[in-house]
């Protein structure tokens, strides 16, 4: 099985232990995709530490990277090519699904774009806990484009952290954003939304449950699984 959440910012794992107490027969065979701001991959001091807790988990975790990353212990894994996509590998069965890529999975595609802005990045320290690598790049936006070419722009779902305008105008018309006004990254990946037929998107990074239509998903702490 795939399943898909929002944001764990490495501790936030209460939903895994309910879930998995629900679904006995799991094993590394499933998947369990965090729509961004994963977290694990954040504080070199605890950091095994705090992969460990994924790792003890009965599903194979995969996620995008959210604008909470620490994008330098983050790219310091080599990149690898899995499942039709590049890849950091941080563990066996915790792996970063990178920017721009398709992944197939079980039959069924994959396309995976994180990033986002911090909005609180003023009350943060660059290098410390904000880096600069949280926002997407128009050379990351080439690449997707370039990748959803070669899949005819045909793919089953979309993972992302953040959301193209198109989704962020159902969070509004919901009041379930604070109408501050789109990000760099709301008119970049406008680009998937204008040019790609997929069956469904999810994102997390607003912190919100909510299924916006038939082919958009916010995801906070529910779990979803894909068809």
Known sequence: MI??????????????????????????????????DFGGVFFRETLEEDLQRFSDLPFTVLFVDGNHENFDLLNGYPVELWKGGKVHRVRPDVIHLMRGQVFELEGKTFFTFGGATSVDRARRVEGETWWRQESPTFEELDEGLYHLGRHQNRVDYVITHSCGETAYAYLLSRRLVGGKGLFPENHLLS?????????????????????????????????????
């Open 191 to 227: 680009n998937f939304e204008d040019r790609a037929a997929f069956r469904h998107w999810y994102f997390g990074h607003f912190h919100v449950d909510a299924v916006l239509s038939d082919r958009y998903t916010a995801l906070s702490h529910e779990i979803v699984a894909v068809e």
């Open 3 to 36: 399943y898909v959440t929002g944001d764990t910012h490495r501790t936030d794992l209460d939903r895994f232990v309910h879930f998995c107490r629900e679904h006995p027969g799991l094993s590394k065979r499933d998947y369990m995709i965090v729509a961004g």
